[in-house]
């Protein structure tokens, strides 16, 4: 936890030196560098335990989520929704969802952000002057709104009932797996996994229909 | 082994950044963008609540989402793009057309 909290505070350092000093002189690094360095001399057993690489990944995850939102151009918000889309699956890895972790990369990663990529070069779009944002009460309502929403999500994440309300599944060995996946998808909610496939097919012609220039 | 609610933490904060996105940005390709991370927090919470319950309904669940937000990027990016063509800006402040 120290060599965590740490690094964390090295990273934040870096980029406060960064937003300080704009023409970079890069001596002024070398503390923040030793920094870091010595922080890993000092508490590498840390690097070993689970807790460490998920605070990591978190880490990560959070900053590139902030980073979508506000980095100006968004070419480069598509890039950080992929890092953030790959912690994410290694998240899934933690909990046991191998066959979803896979699928994430597969489909989230590799098919959805190479639309979303396709289509920011598509429409040739710069990097917006000044930060395209909300103005006025719009913003700072979103924010307030923001705080409030998070606030209630931490103090109903600190109530929960910890008590299942039904009997835990037998699961086996396999638990995550495509086997599995595959056996309650194809039995118990096979009817939803029809309805999905009418939904996708509705949606390619719509999104046929849409972009076409003109029908007939 | 990692409790549930440090994934259920993360979760909560990546979504509030996707709500506060959709809310403060004026770039509709931005505004999906930040949809696809509410979308995935949702997910991840799913994942981390099947863990705790060892039930797989969690992970069918995700499944569904996931195809849910294949179809709406596809459908959101053609709206963007016919928008785009009619008025040459992906700004969602120039789609004023139905706004009373």
């Known amino acids: ?216 | 082994m990692m409790r549930v609610e440090f994934f259920l933490l993360i979760a909560a904060l990546v979504f509030t950044i996707g709500a506060v996105g959709v809310l403060i940005r004026r770039n509709a390709i931005v505004i999906l963008m930040c949809i696809e991370l509410m979308l995935n927090s949702v997910n991840l919470t799913f994942i981390a609540f099947a863990h705790e319950r060892q039930a797989m309904v969690g992970h069918v669940f995700v499944f569904f989402v996931m195809a849910v937000a294949a179809a709406e990027a596809a459908v959101g990016l053609a709206i963007v793009i016919a928008i785009f063509r009619r008025r040459r800006s992906a700004d969602v402040e120039d789609a004023s057309l139905m706004r009373w």
């Open chain 1, 1 to 216: 936890m120290p060599l965590l909290i740490g690094l964390i505070l090295v990273v934040v350092a870096w980029t406060v030196i960064r937003a300080i000093a704009p023409d970079r002189p890069w001596f002024a690094f070398v503390p923040v560098a030793l920094a870091g360095a010595a922080l890993l001399a000092l508490f590498y057993p840390a690097l070993a335990t689970v807790e460490f690489w998920a605070g990591l990944i978190g880490f990560v995850a959070i900053l590139s989520a902030l980073l979508v939102v506000i980095h100006p151009n968004p070419m480069m918000s598509v890039l950080f929704l992929i890092l953030n889309l790959f912690c994410v699956a290694l998240f899934y890895l933690m909990l046991q969802a191998e066959f979803l972790a896979a699928l994430q990369i597969i489909v989230y990663a590799g098919a959805i952000m190479v639309l979303f990529l396709f289509v920011v070069m598509l429409l040739n779009l710069k990097a917006e002057e000044g930060l395209r944002i909300g103005t006025g009460p719009q913003r700072w309502g979103a924010l307030g709104l923001g705080l409030l929403f998070s606030g209630m999500l931490f103090w109903a994440i600190q109530n929960r009932g910890r008590l299942a309300y039904f009997a835990p599944e037998s699961t086996g060995g396999g638990f995550g797996t495509a086997r599995e996946v595959a056996g309650l998808l194809f039995t118990r909610h096979v009817f939803a996994f029809e309805a999905a496939s009418i939904l996708l097919v509705a949606a390619m012609v719509g999104a046929v229909v849409l972009a076409k220039r003109r029908l007939g």
